[in-house]
């Protein structure tokens, strides 16, 4: 049976009624769908995140303060219970020299034909984590404070001087784009901890990051000249090297850095600069086309400790 007809369109009552439970069905399950979905949440996005941003935010600290309270929890002492059973480094060494762990294949030839890359068990039980007296995880804030005043970009290319076991490089190498962070480092049990140790467990191997052993800074391995760096530093290194090669080391690097927005940054202290005292200081680096920009007060996230940091940059081609 026609119900309308009009300019030749015609619609029967079957059709209609179709229609409307179509639509009525439609508009149920809109309606339950909006109802069931979790509250709105605040949560960062990658759109809504600050792009700029690599440090914790004061939300960041407040959710994983709430979600503590939340959860009721305390810190504990941590001793035998059900299911764990905590080692010390030593220990967990002991026991995987000796059992090997609770899964695993007899003989060497056995093990080496399922094993891709065989690590040294005291890098697998993290010793080199407690190579420089602080804690592993102040690596973190040293990134963040340098990713941030240098300004970085994951195309940015970055140098660091004494990258040591990559407690700090990890984070740079994660962050930028694959090739983009150079390492110059002189300790070879630092270099087979990076190699063997961090760059594979932490899924960081794809990101060939150019790790040089050296100690009298010679940077001819590191490409071309051409190379540009956004950022350079040295963390905890200088203060243990002559002051004649902080120098050598300056006067290679200047014509490698970015002008006007590239950063050097040194941390504990500048005592090749400071020695020399302020205007013989300030001339011998304005005569290598770099300037000092000043000092700068760093907070660790986690634990009561600071970092002074000493900023230059380049102010005309070298
Ligand atoms: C205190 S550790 C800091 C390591 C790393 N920067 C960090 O913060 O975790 C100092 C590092 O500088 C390295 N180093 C010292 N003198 C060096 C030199 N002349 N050339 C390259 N590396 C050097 C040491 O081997 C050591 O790994």
Redesign the pocket.
């Known amino acids: 049976m026609a119900l309308f007809a009009s300019k030749g369109v015609v619609i029967s009552v079957p059709v209609l009624v179709l229609s409307v439970s179509a639509a009525a069905t439609l508009l149920f399950f809109l309606l339950f769908a909006s109802s069931s979905s979790p509250p709105s949440c605040s949560c960062p996005t990658l759109a809504n995140r600050n792009a700029e941003r690599v440090s914790t935010s004061a939300e960041d600290i407040d959710w994983v303060k709430s979600q503590i309270v939340a959860n009721g929890l305390h810190m504990q002492q941590n001793i035998l219970r059900k299911g764990i059973n905590p080692r010390t480094r030593q220990q967990q060494l002991e026991d995987l020299i000796h059992y090997k762990g609770i899964s695993h294949y007899e003989g060497e030839q056995e093990a080496n034909n399922h094993t891709a890359l065989p690590c040294p068990g005291e890098l697998l039980v993290e010793e080199h984590h407690s190579n420089?007296g602080e804690p592993w995880a102040g690596?973190r804030d040293?990134f963040e404070f340098l990713a941030e005043s240098a300004k970085l970009k994951p195309d940015s290319k970055v140098l660091?001087?004494?990258?040591?076991?990559l407690?700090?490089g990890l984070h740079f190498i994660r962050f930028l784009n694959p090739e983009h962070f150079h390492c110059?480092?002189?300790?070879e049990l630092?270099l087979m901890a990076a190699l063997r140790y961090e760059l594979p467990s932490q899924g960081l191997l794809h990101k060939r990051p150019l790790i040089v052993r050296?100690?009298?800074?010679d940077f001819s391995k590191f490409g071309p000249d051409g190379t540009m760096y956004s950022l350079i530093y040295a963390?905890?290194?200088f203060l243990?090297?002559p002051d004649k090669?902080v120098w050598t080391g300056l006067e290679r690097l200047a014509s490698r850095l970015k002008p006007l927005e590239g950063r050097i940054f040194v941390s504990h202290n500048i005592k090749f600069c400071s020695r020399l005292g302020g205007d013989e200081c300030t001339k011998r680096l304005n005569g290598l086309g770099l300037e000092y920009r000043g000092k700068h007060i760093h907070d660790s996230l986690l634990f009561n400790h600071y970092e002074i940091w000493f900023e230059f940059r380049r102010f005309k081609e070298a």
């Not at 110059?184 to 300790?187: F, G, Q, S, V, Y």
């Not at 050296?214 to 800074?217: A, R, S």
Request: charged fraction near 25%; glycine fraction near 16%; aromatic fraction near 4%.
């Open positions: 420089y690596g040293v660091e001087i004494g990258c040591g076991t407690r700090v110059l480092e002189r300790d630092s050296g100690e009298d800074m963390s905890a290194v243990h090297m090669l």
